[in-house]
């Protein structure tokens, strides 16, 4: 019965899903993957702050039905019941914000540009949302929008009722900009400057918009009021309004395309179009994303976990966004967000290594290596631009999170093999970044250095906040930083200082407390310490939080708490202490309102800093509760609904901790060649490595109740240790795990089934 039932879910899941206008296969990867998870979020509480992007992989443009107003970070919320236009984005978040911003919205009827007035009823049961298509009805307007993208372009479709008043409205936005409307050509161009920082003075966003049919309507407005027949306007707030009769069910087709170059580049940007039918752009950009998806494919009898694993996935490799273009003779180009010129070579934007560096690329290194080769390019490049790498870029500097965690992505690409960008050019970045701060955005380089670098720690007594948080940072790259510097080859002269400082963390324990705590210039612990207050010491966090986060060197960590047996109590804490403690020490924030509600003690997997923190008791001899605690959250935190996570997925970062976990692994030291061992969640798993080779990841008696790894073997023979390295897997390799309900003691508990610690290596 129990299979019949599997059977019956099994058919169920994909007879329901809508003719969309193109062929769908049954066997797409695409068709797990749900763009709605994590969009049932606000500002007071996030279940993802995520918005549905219509897009391939890394392109430069996004789309997203927009239901909140212009400049609403939260641009599509799944309570929404109204559309008010289809918006090209580049937000990484709602509290980065967009730019390059602009809408296209059909209607039908009245003639109006206001927002409000022209936003449409509409219902999730006629709306489709795939990563490489979306359609809706808009009931107010009887048309319905299907959105096909590629990398810098997008073909709409709408389907007009009956009427001589169909129309459809551009929007270019405030804060300066400018459309002229081309009837000769069934054209509108335009550009926005609207942004929310991070750009230079002369930037726009340039687009162009083509149209099937002839316009017998044309009018041009300028901050709301429309004027027929005007053909350009440059404002405040510009949009334009074109319009046309039509039959019932006429389907009329808008050609996009942007560039931050120029108009003549956004020409050149619409060529990505081809010659293509709708359906064949959708198509295409189907098989772009069963390509990218496919690099892991799952086998499994629970459809729940494959279409949360997809949808994370998916979410794994929007960001960072190709932020260049390619000229006229096929040549690599950018508009540099940091100087405002247009220069040669790879640029990328849209991610805070605040919360990436942590796995998102290291999942890039695994799986996608070549994309982030280009990717370190666009790192050289922002460095030779503004003279900092960026540590949140959106699309350039910006002034948020702290760290210097430039130097973990850097180094653990080139750690993992990645070739043929400037490491050299790089390596002088990062020595720059670690000892200088950017002079109007403290975020890039490294606020505080100049105390760091005196006391071996950043005192709470000075005008730097978060100075525990930074402090623990930076300590972990300076490790990454002489690890690069070693395998460059870097004399000792050079690099010893930044092993000396990857052990500034130590300065910071306070032994009667056994957790990380703020520190005075005198050198001494003062006041009253409450390790749940989400304090100025920390970021987004408190004592319980930030105490794990020695990535390099848990060894040493644990040598500070006494052993492996206060370790584990103190890591078992954490699940112990009220979520509740603590939170009357600043004003409630959505963080602590989100770990509050996922009733797991102090463990705040909605936020970065203590995501690896479960993968640690691997280093402290008892794996069995890393696997336990890592089922629970995969179980109970993540799903692919509209509430599909417990906090902010910030680019990427989130979902691939998902994905990791899911595969039964995880990166803890960024920088190291070893992978963390957790609980494997699928029958079976075929990553295909860019190489050529395959990992293969078996498991025998999976379920929800077997969560434990009796044995495992690798290539064939047992294996106990609680790491897989690199070098493994791209050789190919094939894991077979046994899993059990009761949890195996006697396995992965000797000092060489542990894994790497920098304490360990100083020894040798």
């Not at 979020?41 to 996030?46: A, D, G, V």
């Amino acid at each position: 019965m129990g299979t019949f039932k599997k059977t019956l879910s099994f058919f169920a899941f994909f007879l329901i899903i809508p003719f969309s206008g193109f062929t769908q296969k049954t066997t797409n990867l695409v068709d797990y993957v749900n763009p709605l998870a994590g969009t049932l979020s606000k500002f007071e509480l996030s279940t993802g702050n995520t918005y549905p992007a219509i897009a391939l992989p890394w392109g430069m443009n996004f789309w997203v039905p927009q239901t909140g107003n212009m400049g609403d970070g939260w641009v599509y919320t799944y309570t929404a019941d109204k559309i008010k236009g289809f918006k090209q984005t580049h937000q990484p978040s709602p509290w980065m914000n967009d730019y390059g911003q602009f809408s296209i919205m059909p209607v039908s009827g009245k003639l109006v540009f206001d927002q409000d007035k022209r936003a449409s009823w509409f219902s999730h049961k006629a709306e489709i949302a795939k990563p490489h298509y979306y359609k809706v009805y808009l009931a107010d307007h009887d048309i319905t929008t299907e959105i096909a993208p590629t990398e810098r372009a997008a073909m709409f479709r709408f389907t007009f009722p009956e009427s001589d008043k169909s129309y459809v409205v551009v929007d270019a936005f405030d804060r300066g900009s400018y459309v002229k409307v081309i009837p000769s050509e069934n054209k509108i161009i335009g550009y926005t400057t609207r942004n929310s920082g991070g750009v230079p003075d002369n930037f726009k966003n340039y687009f162009v918009i083509t149209f099937d049919k002839p316009f017998t309507y044309q009018a041009t407005v300028g901050d709301q009021e429309i004027r027929k027949n005007e053909l350009e306007a440059k404002e405040d707030h510009a949009g334009a309004i074109i319009g046309f009769s039509t039959k019932r069910h006429e389907v009329v087709h808008a050609r996009v395309a942007s560039s931050f170059i120029s108009f003549e580049q956004a020409e050149l940007n619409l060529k990505e179009l081809g010659n293509n039918s709708f359906d064949e752009i959708a198509r295409k950009g189907e098989e772009v994303w069963n390509e990218t998806l496919g690099r892991i494919t799952v086998e499994d009898d629970n459809i729940d976990n494959l279409r949360t694993f997809y949808s994370c996935l998916y979410r794994s490799v929007l960001f960072p966004r190709s932020f260049y273009e390619i000229d006229t003779k096929g040549n690599i180009i950018h508009y540099s967000p940091y100087n405002g010129k247009v220069l040669p070579g790879y640029q990328f934007a849209d991610t805070g290594f605040w919360d990436t560096f942590r796995c998102l690329f290291p999942f890039l290194n695994m799986v996608y290596p070549s994309m982030n080769a280009k990717m370190q390019e666009g790192l050289v490049n922002a460095y030779k631009e503004s003279g900092f790498l960026p540590e949140w870029s959106s699309p350039g500097h910006r002034s948020i999170m702290v760290g210097n965690n430039s130097a973990s992505v850097v180094a653990d690409a080139y750690l993992k093999g990645l070739r043929g960008y400037d490491i050299e050019t790089l390596w002088e970045a990062l020595k720059h970044g670690a000892n200088n701060v950017h002079p109007t955005v403290q975020a890039s380089g490294r606020a505080g250095y100049n105390y760091y670098n005196e006391y071996g720690y950043i005192p709470n007594d000075t005008e730097i906040s978060q100075n525990v948080a930074r402090t623990l940072e930076y300590a972990y790259d300076d490790w990454t930083i002489y690890q690069l510097g070693k395998a460059l080859g870097k004399p000792a002269s050079e690099i010893d200082i930044y092993a000396k400082r990857a052990m500034n963390y130590k300065n910071l324990f306070d032994p009667k407390y056994n957790l990380m705590r703020g520190k005075s210039k005198n050198g001494t612990f003062e006041g009253k310490f409450n390790p749940t207050d989400w304090s100025r010491d920390f970021t987004e966090g408190n004592s319980w939080h930030y105490s794990w986060s020695v990535f390099h060197d848990p060894q040493g960590l644990i040598d500070l708490m006494g052993g492996k047996n206060m370790f584990n109590t103190m890591l078992d804490s954490v699940f112990i202490v009220p979520g509740m403690e603590g939170m009357s020490s600043r004003r409630m924030i959505h963080e602590m309102r989100e770990m509050q509600v996922m009733n797991m003690g102090q463990y705040a997997h909605g936020n970065q800093p203590i995501q690896h923190m479960i993968y640690l008791y691997n280093y402290s001899g008892e794996p069995w509760k890393s696997q336990y605690w890592l089922r629970e959250v995969m179980d109970k935190l993540y799903t692919d609904g509209p509430d599909g996570y417990c906090g902010d997925e910030d680019n990427g970062q989130t979902s691939a901790w998902y994905v990791f976990s899911a595969l039964g692994f995880y990166p803890v030291c960024p920088g190291t060649d070893q992978y963390i061992m957790g609980s494997p969640l699928f029958k079976s798993v075929t990553v295909k490595l860019e190489n050529g080779k395959q990992l293969k990841i078996n498991t025998k008696n999976n379920s929800n109740e077997n969560r434990y790894i009796s044995t495992m073997k690798l290539n064939g023979k047992n294996y106990t240790k609680n790491y897989i390295t690199h070098e493994d897997i791209m050789k190919g390799a094939t894991l077979t795990f046994d899993m059990s309900a009761t949890p195996n003691t006697k396995r992965g508990i000797t000092e060489a089934d542990l894994p790497y610690s920098f304490s360990k290596e100083i020894k040798k």
